[in-house]
């Protein structure tokens, strides 16, 4: 160990010596001015590539750290004198290695000095140009243009030519040194771009090299092409920002123009009509019929002067808006005592001039109710619907339209409500104004502490009272209200059960002064507060005393609450009941008055929004310290008869719609072209794996790559119910509810998945639905279970929404198949792959699941239990980048070839091997066992073209089947051929639907079967070109000449 130290610290101090005296070289002055442009740029440059040897310097710095370091560690382990005097001949003398270590930092904050000087010096140089006597004296006028910057390329193919032209223009064609065109070039080229030219050293001789390989990569017109097709694809129609979307198709019209292309096509103007909103369509139509015949480039033309009339239009509605404001302000000065909009901004600033121009305000009639300048919804001195109602009525107006000529039975106008889309007023709308905001300000009041002496020295504290809400037909709005138990923190035994109102609006708590009489609680001094509800100007005072109280939570946590005592809270409030754990079914409703009203002051340490459900009724399911509480707007009949509609509808959000499988096949054609996911999502993935991974007994130990938004996860524990219910009965169905109980009793036996208390609250909980898929054509697992990682309630996010995909590890599919060049091929697979790698156990409830203790009691409240994965499961999203990426790093720590082999012919945790003959073939499959065992990892069903190989393997690590399968392809292994199987048409009806379904279902990963496929597809054209509908009947001519195509067909490939 010391020999290979000393032997290793050697050539990098003779480096280092010669590097140091290769910069005292470097001549530092100033050229002399008179010299030509080139020369001096030339000399500079020399000085420049000589001034970057620190890069050099620095890793012979960080190299003789290094070895140092792993000196001091040998020495203090071997105490061997010899080795000691070896070393210090080194580390002794006038140059020895620490004082070259010392100069060359020295040297390096030199040169970083002298490199500032030289490219300040060379920016000098190239931007004035000589004057010698030869320059022609022209008689053009010097104008000062500001300096351009070079433009700069990321590796983006649709910004090449425009980067190339402004290059083009500024350093290539420029009669410069081809040294100083390369640092340029270099210098404008980043990301993609920097990194695929970096294998290249900045020398003359590069620079064409550089420019012809840059050119070839990124300026291939084909892929530009393909590039803005894809973009003008992607789209989507948005009604309301429709310029926007026709200047940016028409941005990428005039760029596939430029390449060449014909856009006088129908499914060109298809596509741009389809991004258009409907009114613009109907002109398109009718202006189609005027100008005929109708093309694309007139289509382009009409869109382009429908935008410049629309912002003419505008423009000249602003200004002359702004002078008839400004104008009716001059000579209407309106009432400061006004509240309204018009008067912020009229109030004599000269700075609210610019809020006017940027807020087209219109001038309106007052408000219908009490006749100041604001909008009928917006009226605060008749705010509630009923107040608005009376004083309608009492005006004999229309409750629709609001005038006077007529009453509401003779109205014929048609209105629908801005806020809810039901037909009446919006001022009237019982949704948006059927509960009163609330407000409590304080003024000079001290903190109250919580278990201290309650008394209070302030003078008045200005607060509101909660209304109670109207109810508006077939739904109602329930505040978010709980019966608690609170107690006399004196004599905790005298514990009471009263209705508490958790009111965030409200600054302070209140309790009423009925209740705190039953508990006894002793009451402090009386002290004024002033109430104030919105829309009301003077507040109303009253007297009130503080009293202390404890309420118990679920959790045997008590918390102490100091509260305002008044007589009297609200009227009664419609609650509903929801115990603790049970299921959301036939629930009941009832009425009671609050007797507590917890305010903000202690709200958040009962109530936590990081845990709530919308459910199908429209109200919120919100989990609390006090059990679960249900609030917010939504059909009360639809909660308390039958929750279980809710949970059936959450499961419908994993439905596929009428078009899936269009999407899934057009996903499949454009698979290469699409672009690729955020690189800066992968980068962080792949950031957090290697931070958390670690090796723990032998099994290697992950966690998921959260996104931010994790906080956003549901709890699904509802959806899962539901879900284990639909499971269980076609479990029945198909008879084998047995083999999927004993697939769970395995997976626990093998610390797969363990039991958890649901009361465990450890991380991040989440429920994963679960449903079993048959493969009996498999030999190994012929039931498997597939958890939903994607299931989710509506409003929040599903586990695989919440995770990094992660990047893709894997070798590209056409590389892996490349065994169809080896001579003798070995296939194998990893067993159970993703089950072998542990997750950290604060990441394990976030794949809890659901299961029975006796499957054939079926689903009920005593015969559930809660299992959680210990390992990484089947079905997430992050799953197969977790997998790929622990397999590499373990591969990374192998030295030699055939873990460098594995590392090329992997594809999820399937394996290929070649070998030179049997007895290679032997020695790779005995070290691919060894080195997966060290990751915990079973290779098995190993099968090979080899039939020597094949049966000198032990029994258990062979495949059963005597047909190989690799990515789903069949492999004939004692023939060595691959086998494709064209499904057959089974289809009774004949439909664009069904024959859409049949092409998309063959699978063809390679595109082997695209010769094949071709017939079909042009006969689904066809149907396309005909415009028939999804479901219509084919022809008796049509369903002959689909027939008439073959199907069916094997095709044998070697």
């Known amino acids: 160990m010391a020999f290979t130290i000393i032997e290793s610290i050697k050539p990098v101090k003779d480096l280092l010596e010669e590097l140091l005296n290769e910069v005292k070289t470097v001549d530092i002055q100033s050229q002399d001015l008179a010299l030509p442009i080139h020369e001096r740029l030339q000399i500079n440059e020399n000085k420049d590539r000589l001034i970057n040897e620190k890069i050099r310097l620095q890793m012979c710095i960080d190299s003789i750290e290094a070895l140092n370091k792993q000196w001091i560690e040998w020495a203090q382990k071997s105490k061997i004198k010899k080795d000691e005097e070896s ?147 992607s789209i989507k129609r948005n009604d309301k920002e429709w310029i926007e979307i026709a200047e940016r198709m028409e941005r990428i019209f005039r760029q596939l123009e430029t390449l060449g292309e014909n856009l006088e096509h129908s499914s060109i103007e298809n596509v741009i009509e389809s991004k258009l909103p409907r009114w613009i369509l109907d002109k398109v139509c009718h202006q189609k019929m005027v100008d005929s015949p109708w093309s694309t480039m007139k289509l382009r033309k009409f869109l382009r002067n429908l935008i410049n009339v629309n912002e003419q239009v505008r423009n000249q509605f602003s200004s002359s808006l702004m002078e008839r404001n400004y104008t009716s302000h001059k000579k209407n000065p309106r009432n400061q005592d006004e509240t309204s909009a018009l008067a912020t901004i009229y109030n004599g600033d000269e700075t609210s001039q610019s809020s006017i121009k940027n807020k087209e305000i219109k001038q309106r009639r007052p408000c219908i109710f009490c006749n100041r300048n604001h909008w009928d919804n917006e009226c605060q001195t008749y705010a509630s619907v009923d107040s608005r109602l009376k004083r309608l009525k009492g005006m004999k107006r229309c409750t629709v339209c609001m005038k006077s000529t007529h009453q509401t039975k003779e109205c014929s106008r048609k209105v629908r409500c801005f806020y809810c889309k039901t037909p009446h007023n919006s001022a009237l709308c019982n949704k948006k104004f059927s509960t009163q905001t609330i407000r409590i300000v304080h003024p000079n009041k001290e903190e109250i502490h919580n278990g201290k002496d309650c008394s209070t020295n302030q003078d008045t504290i200005i607060m509101s009272q909660t209304n109670i809400v109207t109810k508006r037909e077939g739904m109602e709005t329930l505040l978010l209200c709980k019966e608690i138990t609170i107690f006399n923190p004196s004599t905790p035994h005298h514990r009471k059960t009263a209705l508490a109102l958790f009111d965030i609006g409200s600054q302070v708590s209140f309790i009423s002064k009925k209740l705190a009489s039953r508990l006894g609680l002793i009451e402090t001094e009386k002290y004024e507060i002033k109430v104030a509800r919105f829309g009301t100007k003077k507040p109303k005072s009253c007297l009130v005393a503080q009293i202390q109280f404890g309420i118990q939570t679920k959790g045997e946590e008590t918390i102490k609450i100091c509260a305002n005592v008044i007589d009297y809270l609200t009227k009664q409030l419609q609650v509903i009941s929801v115990p603790t754990g049970t299921q959301l079914e036939n629930l009941k409703s009832f009425w009671k008055q609050p007797d507590i009203l917890i305010g903000a002051d202690y709200f958040f340490k009962f109530v936590e929004f990081n845990n709530i459900q919308e459910l199908n009724s429209g109200f919120i399911l919100l989990q609390t310290k006090v059990g679960p509480m249900i609030a917010g707007s939504g059909d009360i009949n639809k909660l308390c008869q039958a929750n279980t509609k809710q949970l059936s509808r959450s499961v419908c959000v994993a439905n596929v719609n009428s078009c899936s499988e269009l999407e899934t096949f057009w996903k499949l054609e454009l698979m290469g072209i699409n672009d690729q996911p955020n690189a800066n999502d992968d980068e962080e993935a792949l950031k957090q794996f290697k931070k958390s991974i670690i090796k723990c007994n032998g099994r290697y130990r992950v966690r998921w790559p959260w996104k931010k938004i994790k906080g956003k996860l549901s709890n699904n524990y509802g959806l899962c119910l539901s879900r284990l219910k639909n499971l269980i009965k076609r479990l029945q169905d198909y008879s084998i509810l047995d083999r999927y109980d004993n697939i769970m009793k395995e997976q626990e036996q093998l610390g797969i998945i363990e039991q958890v208390d649901p009361d465990d609250k450890v991380g991040i909980i989440h429920y994963l639905p679960h449903h079993g898929v048959l493969t009996p054509n498999k030999s190994t697992t012929k039931l498997r279970v597939v958890y939903d990682a994607s299931a989710h309630i509506r409003n929040f996010k599903s586990l695989n929404e919440a995770l990094y995909r992660g990047p893709i590890l894997l070798p590209n599919i056409l590389g892996v198949l490349r065994f169809r060049m080896m001579r003798n091929v070995i296939l194998a697979d990893i067993e159970k792959a993703f089950l072998q790698i542990e997750i950290h156990p604060e990441d394990r409830n976030c794949t809890r699941f659901l299961w029975l203790h006796n499957p054939k009691q079926g689903v009920a409240e005593g015969n559930l239990k809660c299992y959680r994965f210990k390992r990484v499961p089947f079905g997430v999203i992050s799953s197969p980048f977790l997998l790929s990426a622990t397999i590499n790093f373990h591969l990374e720590g192998y030295d030699h070839e055939l873990a460098a082999e594995i590392r090329k012919n992997i594809y999820v945790d399937n394996i290929i091997l070649s070998a030179k003959n049997t007895e290679d073939a032997l020695s790779k499959y005995e070290q691919t066992k060894l080195i997966f065992e060290k990751a915990a990892m079973n290779i098995r069903e190993f099968i090979s073209n080899d039939p020597e190989f094949n049966e000198r393997i032990p029994d258990y690590d062979k495949a059963s089947s005597n047909k190989g399968s690799f990515l789903g392809i069949n492999w004939i292994y004692d023939l060595d051929v691959i086998r494709i199987i064209l499904k057959p048409w089974n289809e009774k009806e004949i439909t664009k639907r069904t024959i859409l379904q049949f092409v998309a279902s063959q699978y063809d990963p390679l595109g082997l079967l695209v010769p094949s496929m071709i017939t079909f597809k042009l006969f689904l054209q066809l149907l396309w070109k005909q415009n028939k509908s999804w479901d219509q009947p084919l022809t008796h001519q049509e369903e002959t000449q689909w027939k008439s195509i073959p199907n069916g067909t094997i095709f044998m490939i070697c």
Request: one cysteine or more; glycine letters at 4%; hydrophobic letters at 35%.
């Open 87 to 233: 070393y210090e001949q080194i580390a002794k003398g006038k140059r020895n290695v620490f004082v070259l270590k010392q100069e060359a930092k020295d040297a390096i904050i030199t040169l970083t000095m002298y490199k500032e000087e030289i490219n300040n010096e060379i920016k000098q140089i190239t931007s004035k140009p000589p004057i010698t006597e030869s320059t022609p004296i022209t008689s053009y006028r010097n104008i000062n243009l500001p300096q351009l910057s070079l433009p700069t390329f990321d590796g983006e193919p649709r910004q090449w030519r425009e980067f190339w032209s402004g290059f083009n223009a500024a350093v290539h064609n420029q009669d410069i040194p081809q040294i100083q065109k390369m640092n340029y070039l270099i210098s404008c080229l980043k990301g993609a771009a920097l990194q695929s030219v970096r294998a290249f050293d900045v020398a003359p001789e590069n620079y064409e090299i550089v420019r012809q390989m840059l050119t070839e990569k990124y300026g291939n017109s084909s892929t530009i092409i393909k590039l803005l097709y894809n973009e003008l694809r």
